[in-house]
């Protein structure tokens, strides 16, 4: 059997890259050839999923265990250690691979209509093809540095991205934020690639895998340390608590921005990192504790904060950043496949709710923009009743919120009902587990309750936006609706991917995942719960989502809400979650005001200003300063002197010498 | 011939020409002082030269070709020096002073 398409996989990053240099090229030349730009910037995506598809096809019927690896060139022979330049084809890239191109071709679609009117537009396309070409990078890569060339690339993206209307201030921070947290988190990883390859003398993915046993034992403080520097560096990309700040901010970007990169794809680089190691987390329990811990508390902590936001794109922010900790709490708990399930529906919902988002803020911004009004186009004290202008966003961003909060059959209850089904299985063995999964359930019910007033106050009750801005709200075009339809499919129809065992489906995604973590299943303790209270479990999931929505629907009260400029400020508990809990400002005074003084005070006007420009920089000059003084002190310009010297040192030498 | 008295007075004439070259200003006078080191010099070398060979004799030529060489350069440099300044006394002439 050929493998054709398989040898065609570095198409599958090539096409973005090529459609980067094409886009880019056109940004500098012809920056308004938005017909050549829209054209490339999507068709490299469409090609790049239909090769992704391809090679999916093909992969599958190899029925192959181990993973395909290609070398392309030799990268980095230094040494002991030889590094080729290699993608690597497994059953887990490869859902990453079509969640990446298939959601991204999407959102690329979508942008076209939601950035037609930008100056901007080819740079923004250049960036976007970028992005997805690292991304294909990260989750293509055979080794920790090809991956982490993708990790940094996407982070760069990010960084381009969120600061795209770099000429507001406000912008340009939230960029440098993200870029700057996520060092901290980038930190963690390069310092476990270097115990990793200390320990095992490899870096690529087959050979520390498969050394890692015999390599470390179970348990051990180097094990340890390497996953939970790795979770320090998925914390940092997959916005987990204690690095997650920078998600919310990086809202300034475009929407699509948020949907393709903030919400479906590079935010879940984490989740496929703690995938892709999963031998090492199943090595270090307490790894693997802090993964799921961290998780569980961030799912229920972000989703708090969306309790309180008014900004509708700041409510997505805090519900992603909770989703995520689903995803971690999944593969923390060692259910790599529900982890790696919840991941793909959710890069559906998520991107159908952001998209739709977009759609909505487009709307009232052209009808704000032609009234020449200041409102905020993205509160959603100045949205209620748009559903009578904007029906199909409405509709399709209902499913996206019914996905999410957990109500049968669409895609989001199977996957969150597997990560806490999971987590309580393995609660029968390790009783902590228990804590998670119920912070997983409140968080559930949170989830319910916040995506339900979002669109409570963004589609009903009464219209709060003015009188004059109503003619001019109209639906999106299709060419940001058709995106939304296909994503609206998928987010009903997700489910089918996973349909678990107890419900007659076949579990065709678990299934296929089986060979990328077999190992690890293996080290972990099995834990079967009896049908019985997997059937509790699930109807408790779904009471939870129905209570949610039904206590927001009957506490909320759209119609007595008042527009954002004549709202009165939050109290009490209220205010705390409105303010996010203040982390920000804990973080603004215990780290970064601190480390200002520190590098103002100390480093600056001490170490470089006294220290190094006084004392060694002018402390030098003076020093050679005074001894040219001193000699020029002998430079009398009187031959009669010179003569004295001289022969007081002739004497002197001669008399040592006959001495 | 006696050694040591030619010893002596090639020592004496060195002496009063490094005294000459310490004490007196004019210009022409201190060289006419090394102009007398260089000759003690050469009686050194031709007294020497009676015991330790002929190699002694034959640098007092060298040193007389020098010295007048020196004498061309040095006296040329003292007339531009009288033409530019007026003066040839030491004292007035200190301009490369640190």
Not at chain 1, 532 to 538: D, H
Not at chain 1, 542 to 563: D, Q, S
Not at chain 1, 608 to 625: F, H, K, Y
Request: aromatic letters at 12%; glycine letters at 10%.
């Amino acid at each position: 059997m050929s493998a054709s398409a398989l040898q065609l996989l570095w198409l599958v990053p090539a096409l973005p890259l090529a459609g980067f240099v094409l886009n880019g090229a056109l940004a500098l030349w012809r920056p308004n050839a938005k017909a050549a730009v829209s054209t490339i910037g999507v068709g490299a995506l469409v090609l790049a999923f239909a090769a992704a598809t391809a090679a999916v096809a093909e992969f599958a019927r190899l029925h192959q265990a181990a993973p395909l690896v290609f070398r392309y060139w030799e990268w980095m022979p230094v040494g002991d250690l030889r590094l080729d330049f290699a993608l690597q084809f497994d059953q887990l890239s490869a859902v990453m691979a079509l969640v990446v191109t298939g959601v991204g071709a999407l959102i690329h679609l979508f942008s076209v209509g939601y950035m037609h009117e930008d100056a901007g537009y080819a740079r923004y396309f250049a960036y976007l093809n970028l992005f997805v070409f690292f991304m294909l990078m990260l989750v293509l890569g055979a080794s920790f540095p090809v991956m982490f060339v993708g990790w940094e690339g996407v982070g760069l993206c990010s960084y381009l991205l969120i600061g795209f209307w770099f000429t507001e201030q406000i912008n340009a921070d939230a960029g440098k934020k993200a870029f700057i947290v996520n060092r901290i988190g980038d930190s963690g990883f390069l310092i476990a690639m270097f115990l990793i390859f200390r320990a095992t003398g490899a870096l690529d993915f087959g050979p520390v895998f498969g050394r890692a046993q015999a390599v470390f034992p179970a348990a051990g403080t180097t094990i340890t340390a390497v996953t939970l520097l790795l979770f320090l560096g998925c914390a940092g990309k997959s916005a987990q608590i204690p690095l997650y700040t920078w998600l919310p901010d990086a809202m300034q970007g475009p929407t699509p921005v948020s949907a393709l990169i903030h919400a479906a794809t590079m935010v879940t680089a984490g989740v496929y990192l703690v995938a892709r190691c999963n031998v090492l987390f199943a090595l270090s329990p307490l790894g693997s504790a802090a993964v799921a811990g961290v998780g569980a508390l961030t799912a229920l902590f972000a989703a708090t904060i969306a309790l309180k936001q008014w900004d509708i794109k700041r409510v997505l922010a805090y519900s992603t950043i909770s989703q995520l900790g689903y995803m971690f709490l999944g593969v923390g708990t060692g259910a790599y496949a529900a982890g790696i399930f919840h991941l793909v529906t959710h890069a559906f919902f998520k991107a159908l709710l952001f998209l739709g988002s977009g759609s909505v803020i487009q709307a009232l911004h052209h009808a704000y923009h032609a009234t020449h009004s200041h409102d905020d186009a993205q509160d959603m004290r100045n949205m209620g009743g748009l559903r009578r202008y904007l029906p199909w966003t409405a509709t399709l961003m209902w499913i996206a919120t019914l996905a999410i909060a957990g109500i049968p059959p669409l895609s989001g209850f199977f996957s969150k009902d597997a990560i806490l089904g999971a987590a309580f299985a393995l609660a029968t063995a390790e009783p902590i587990w228990y804590v998670y999964w119920a912070m997983g359930v409140a968080a559930a019910l949170l989830t319910a309750f916040y995506m339900t007033r979002l669109m409570l106050y963004t589609f009903h009750g009464p219209t709060r936006t003015g009188e004059q801005e109503r003619q001019h709200l109209h639906e999106a075009p299709w060419v940001m609706t058709g995106p939304l339809l296909v994503l609206g499919l998928l987010s009903l129809s997700g489910g089918l991917l996973n349909l678990p065992e107890l419900m007659g489906g076949g579990a065709f995604l678990h299934h296929w995942l089986e060979p990328v973590t077999a190992l690890a299943d293996r080290m972990r303790p099995a834990v079967e719960l009896s049908r019985v209270v997997e059937w509790a479990l699930l109807s408790g999931a779904v009471g939870v989502a129905a209570l949610g929505i039904f206590g927001a629907v009957r506490l909320l009260k759209p119609e007595a809400l008042l527009p954002a400029r004549l709202a009165p400020p939050e109290t009490g508990l209220g205010r705390l979650l409105w303010k996010k809990w203040y982390v920000d400002e804990l973080y603004d005074a215990i780290i970064v005001r601190p480390l200002q003084w520190l590098a103002r005070e100390v480093l600056w006007k001490s170490i470089d200003a006294r220290l190094v420009d006084g004392l060694i920089v002018n402390g030098s000059a003076t020093a050679s300063r005074a001894l040219g003084w001193l000699g020029s002190r002998l430079q009398t310009g009187e031959v009669g002197f010179y003569v004295v010297l001289f022969v007081v040192g002739v004497l002197l030498l001669v008399g040592g010498a006959v001495r | 011939m006696l050694l040591g008295p030619a010893l002596f007075v090639s020592a004496a004439l060195f002496t009063l020409g490094v005294f000459g070259v310490l004490l007196r200003r004019n210009a022409i006078v201190i060289f006419m002082c090394v102009e007398l080191m260089l000759n003690a010099v050469n009686l050194t070398f031709v007294a020497l030269a009676q015991r330790l060979g002929v190699a002694g004799q034959l640098f007092v030529f060298f040193v007389m070709a020098v010295a007048a060489a020196e004498a061309a350069v040095g006296l040329a440099i003292i007339l531009a020096i009288y033409r530019h300044r007026g003066t040839v006394n030491l004292q007035n002439i200190n301009l490369l002073k640190g």
